[in-house]
């Protein structure tokens, strides 16, 4: 018999499968969602429906082995769960906080891990107290084990992924907070594509970025390691008080360009001056 919980979870699956559609950071049968039901079970999406169009009937009940418990039920008794359920299974092992994941397609930050531009920067105040550092992992095959060796030491100490020419994976202590996260990663990844094709890149000052990890510690967002990744990226203090001078080069938590991508500056310079071309500007 299905438990209060578990209907609500089903209902919410559907809302946010619905505006993961809508706001274009899935189409077609991309993305998942999962959360946990009680200390032994998951629910999740099944493969091959779109997510924009989900009913209730369609999650499935796992183990934290990815056995299924419970599948959909009525026209939906034969579905089978997401391909990337081991991806799920890895961040729920590795970070026993966590409630749910979310895993998406948004466009930008797809385009941005393709160019070799990181996520990992201080431009916006939301970012670094909702998500902190965003780092990118090295490519993987969708669904594949290597997928998940590439995401389990990152998920460890981070809310928000980038998934090297896959897309996102957020977590968070509801589905509704995994979905907010990725919203904000999107958003973060189009400010910072907009910001390539005007040729600039201006992150906050260390001083800025130290008020707002006050912020995020008092909200409980913060993890044990941060600091230290905030002080290589973004020249903050030491937890210590030790001063870093900014590097504001995060590529040793985001991957690297290939040597035949265009480094960040020949890319800005590149798109602005395709910017200005079709503008018509001098």
Do not use: W
């Amino acid at each position: 018999m299905m438990r209060e919980n578990e209907q609500e979870l089903r209902q919410t699956f559907v809302k946010i499968g619905r505006l993961m559609y809508e706001k274009g950071f899935i189409l077609a049968s991309d993305g998942n969602i999962s959360a946990r039901l009680g200390s032994d079970r998951l629910l999740i999406t099944p493969a091959d429906l779109h997510k924009g169009m989900l009913e209730p009937e369609q999650m499935l009940v796992v183990d934290l082995e990815g056995n299924v418990v419970r599948g959909g039920y009525g026209r939906s008794a034969n579905l089978k769960p997401t391909s990337e359920l081991p991806m799920h299974l890895e961040a729920y092992r590795q970070r026993p906080d966590i409630q749910a994941v979310v895993h998406a397609h948004p466009p930008h930050t797809v385009a941005l891990s393709i160019a070799g531009v990181p996520m990992a920067r201080c431009l916006l105040p939301e970012v670094i107290v909702m998500l902190g550092i965003v780092p990118t992992t090295e490519y993987a095959t969708p669904s594949s084990v290597e997928n998940v060796q590439a995401i389990r030491e990152l998920i460890r100490n981070h809310d928000g992924l980038v998934l090297q020419r896959h897309g996102s994976l957020t977590v968070g202590n509801s589905p509704l907070q995994a979905f907010m996260r990725l919203e904000t990663l999107e958003q973060n990844a189009r400010i910072g594509f907009m910001l390539a094709q005007l040729g600039v890149d201006n992150p906050l000052p260390p001083h800025e970025v130290e008020k707002l990890l006050t912020i995020r510690d008092h909200k409980g967002y913060s993890h044990a390691t941060e600091r230290q990744e905030f002080c290589q990226v973004c020249g903050t203090r030491h937890a210590s008080g030790a001063a870093h001078l900014p590097t504001l080069q995060p590529q040793d938590t985001a991957v690297s360009p290939s040597p035949s991508s265009l480094n960040q500056t020949e890319l800005r310079k590149l798109v602005a001056q395709v910017v200005q071309k079709t503008l018509g500007t001098p």
